[in-house]
């Protein structure tokens, strides 16, 4: 069983939802990453999602495009984001990992290569947003050979045909992007968002995880009201803007700390 689906089953258990913050590898710089995984997992996260830097994040806002602009300048390549799991996953070996870019830096490295050194160092999943699932059979094969899971984006906008096509393609969860636009957009429309998770779960029986829209405690209790996980990035990566190199660890941890908090609380 993999790290991800052992973490839902756990939480199903305990009636909780997962928490999955999201951070940019070498954003500050790269000696940061792998103390600021250990904080939000101190901090009560259950999976981590860390994006791989690069230079047109199509799908991101400014946030997040500032984070992969910053650890450019630092030269952090796919390589270098692996290294950092391999050095996580030295003192954790449970809390899930999954990488979140774009096609291009695998393309370079290959995605034999790619998937074999994931399995290596401990990634459990890969979510490529430029590569829908009509275009990544032979690439996320590879990525099956290993026991990585693809992971795959459902949007607002989302066909039907796509819907479908995703559902047969994911392992681990699948992602909804909560609302028209890029990352850190504003306007939830929590009725929306329900709606729509419901219609996924009427065709499969992995867990859903929201993200996209999530900017503080209140908005992560009511997503996850409704979802099985959720995924909380731009806010995270305006916590590092804002923090310095000696307290953006536990500046961090605080936030996931009320980010738990609050979606704990919907059990009390």
């Known amino acids: 069983m993999s790290r991800i689906q052992t973490v839902f ?13 999201f ?12 103390s600021m995984m250990k904080a939000l997992v101190e901090g009560g996260a ?3 999602e860390l994006g791989v830097p690069f230079s047109d994040p199509m799908a991101d806002g400014p946030t997040i495009q500032r984070a992969s602009e910053r650890a450019l300048k630092h030269h952090v390549s796919l390589r270098h ?33 790619f998937a074999k050194r994931c399995a290596e160092v401990g990634v459990d999943g890969a979510l490529t947003v430029d590569f829908p699932p009509e275009e990544s059979g032979e690439a996320f094969q590879h990525l099956a050979r290993h026991g990585i899971d693809p992971i795959f984006l459902l949007a607002p906008t989302s066909a ?19 609302l028209r636009g890029v990352t850190g957009a504003a306007n939830l429309d929590l009725a929306e ?33 409704i979802a099985d996980a959720v995924v909380v990035g731009s806010r995270m990566v305006q916590e590092i803007e804002k923090s310095d190199e000696k307290n953006v660890a536990a500046n961090l941890a605080r936030l996931t700390r009320e980010l738990r908090a609050a979606m704990d609380s919907i059990n009390r």
């Not at 039907?160 to 909560?178: C, K, L, M, Q, T």
């Open 9 to 21: 089953d756990q939480l199903k258990q305990q009636g909780r939802k997962a928490l999955i913050p």
């Open 23 to 34: 951070i940019t590898a070498g954003d500050p710089h790269p000696q940061a990453t792998v």
């Open 46 to 48: 259950d999976m981590l």
């Open 81 to 113: 984001v692996l290294e950092m799991v391999a050095e996580f996953r030295a003192t954790n070996t449970t809390t899930p990992v999954v990488l979140m870019g774009y096609g291009n830096p695998i393309e370079a490295m290959g995605w034999e290569t």
């Open 160 to 178: 039907p045909e796509r819907v479908d096509a995703v559902v047969a393609a994911a392992r681990g969860f699948i992602y909804y992007v909560s």
């Open 193 to 225: 968002v329900a709606a729509k998770v419901a219609a996924i779960r009427g065709k499969t029986s992995l867990p859903v995880g929201v993200g996209f829209g999530v900017r503080d405690a209140e908005t992560a209790k009511a997503v996850a009201n």
